[in-house]
Every structure is written in structure tokens, then in C-alpha cells.
């Protein structure tokens, strides 16, 4: 009789908990995947979008979603390899997409033959803009990037530039579209060389640069690290230069490239990609992840774009009763994502399903 009791209990808390959530207990449960770098010189960006995830099921969630992590690393094969598991092995819902472009672009034809949509919280080019219907970005365009680096460089009259850039998909489509619009407008590149990523040293590339007397230095880095000693190498080669150095954003938010640079990071300049930090709902969600992780977010517009994310998927599911379907959740973020207000701003899906959020000039801080 006791058994029975217990067991009547027990089922009548679970429907209760179903009911609160608004969903049916025999619907079959929707589980988010998440590739990300977990590993590696670029371990940063998985951990703030892991934190997030964390801040987020703790505190947020109105439907019984669940999360499957896979580390992804930063190349093609290892993104490809996670993309794989999460769609073919552990039959993920949807994804969150928080790998490199390389990564990226590697798993982009599984993810649209699959019909499976994922949201990038991050930052992508032109080869993201493009890669398929059922790949959706939060984070800005990296043309703006390049478009606003240009622009800050000739509103400053800076007319000589030397350009060093690592070879991969991500910087290179920087660089690519900041040479096409810094010489469309008169400036001149007066050094441009790319640099294989795993580089020991660039003291011969900062002695060639140098005799080219430019007035700033742009160097595109994947992860920041190699960045970092760039900059070492720099400052031991050219103590007293005053040659402005801009890089970009990931260098800012990596530690291991102040571990490596220290002091000579200060006074950097780089495009940092925009979020609303004025928006209440993310004043309140900062101080959640605040309590729960004991300091701010490393990069904050992915925490934000992660947090949108997970809002659109839980607004979708409150018009389904908590059932998810993948296409159309697909044609639901292409016709309800218009002027949305989240805590990257107010943007709009494109018909790509590309936002634009642009960036703001910044300077680097020793951390």
C-alpha cells in the first residue's frame, strides 16, 4: 500500500512538472547540440559558451530541453568529427554552433541535408553568409569588420598600412575584404604576408615590416595566441616605436595570449563585435552568471548571442506547446526574427538567415 502511494506520487509530480512547462509528457524531448572548443589555445571560447548554457538551464528554462557538448577544436576535420557524432550519433534537435569558421564550413553540408538548423552565436564571413539554409548567425559579419577597420584607419588619415595575416578561413576573408575596401578608398598596403598558424617566431616579418615604415600594423590571428607574440616580439625588436597595432577581437578576450605578450598587449586596438549591454535582460543574466561562475563572461557578445539562442528556440516552442520540428523552426526563425530585440541588439534575420550587428572600436587592457 505504501508502494503505491509512493509511486501514485511520483507520477502525479511528474505530470504536474510537465503541465508547468506546458508540454506533453510522451513528446519526445528536444536536445540541443553543442560544438565547441572545448581543447586547445582557443579552450576560452567553449567554456564561456559552456557557463552560459549552465547560467541559463539553471535559471531560465521553461521547457525540458537538454544539451549534448562535443569538442570540435579548431580545424576542419575535428569540427567536421563533431558535427558527425552530434547529428548522425546523438540525433541532436537543433545546434548551437560555436566553432571556427574552418570548423564551421567543414560540417555545413551535413547540417543542411540533415534539415538540422544551428544558431552561431559567433562572428562569420562571407563563406558563413553563404553556407547553407539551415545556418543561421547571430554574431555580426566579419566584412564588417573589415569594412569598419578600414574606415577607422582612413577617418584617422592613416594611409600606410602593413597587412599580416594567419592562413586560415577566418582571418583570410578579414583580409580579403580589408584590402578591397582600404584601396578602393586611396589607402595603400604597403606589406602584406600571411603566416602559417603553429608560427615560433616573427622577428623576421617585424624587421620587414618596419623598413616599410608604415603608420599602423592590422594582424589577423585565429585564436590571439600567435598575436601575442607578435607583440612580445615587437616590443623587444621596437621598444620606442609608435606605430598604432590593431588586431582582431579574439585576441582581446584570450588569456593566453597576455600570458605570452603580458604588458606589451596595452594599448592595441580592434574592432570588438557589438551586443546591448544597456538591455536589462542582460544586465539581469550577467548577474546569474556572476553568482554562478564567480566573474564576468571572457567574451561577452557570445554569451549574449548564446542567451538569444536559447530564447528564440523556448519563444518557438511556446507556439508549438513544446513540440520541435526542424523545418519549422527554420521557417519560424526566417519569419518571426524581425527587429527582434535580444542582447546582441535589434536585428533581423536576412533570408540567408545572417544578422548584422556590427562593432566598436576598442583598446586592449592587460588582463
Sequence with gaps: MIRRV?????????????????????????????????????????????????????????????????????????????????????KVSMLIGGTSSNGSLAGAPLINTSHTVMITPLTGGSNIDQAGPYIFRIGSSDIRNAQQQSERFLESDIRRVALLTEETEYTQDIAQHFRKNYLSHGGAIVYDEDFLPGSITFRPLIAAILSKKPQAIFVGTQTGVAFGLFMKELRQVAPNSSIE???????????EAFTVAGSAMNGVYYMAPA????NPAWTEFLADF?????????????????????????????????RFNREDFRAWLLGNVRNYHGLMGTYTFDDSGNADTGFSPAEIHSQ
Aim: net charge negative.
Design 245 to 255: 597595432v590593431h588586431t582582431n577581437f579574439l585576441a582581446a578576450s584570450n588569456s
Design 275 to 278: 551586443y546591448d549591454a544597456s
Design 6 to 90: 509512493v509511486v501514485c506520487a511520483v507520477g502525479v509530480f511528474l505530470i504536474c512538472c510537465t503541465s508547468a512547462w506546458g508540454v506533453n509528457p510522451d513528446q519526445e524531448p528536444v536536445v540541443v547540440g553543442v560544438p565547441t572548443v572545448l581543447s586547445g589555445e582557443l579552450a576560452v571560447l567553449g567554456d564561456n559558451i559552456r557557463k552560459t548554457i549552465e547560467t541559463y538551464s539553471d535559471r531560465h528554462l521553461r521547457y525540458p530541453i537538454s544539451f549534448v557538448y562535443e569538442d570540435a577544436r579548431i580545424g576542419s576535420m575535428d569540427g567536421l568529427r563533431a558535427y558527425q557524432v552530434l547529428i548522425n550519433q546523438k
Design 290 to 322: 556572476r553568482n554562478d561562475h564567480h566573474g564576468d563572461p571572457a567574451i561577452p557578445f557570445h554569451c549574449a548571442g548564446t542567451v538569444d539562442a536559447l530564447n528564440l528556440l523556448q519563444a518557438y516552442l511556446d507556439t508549438t506547446k513544446g
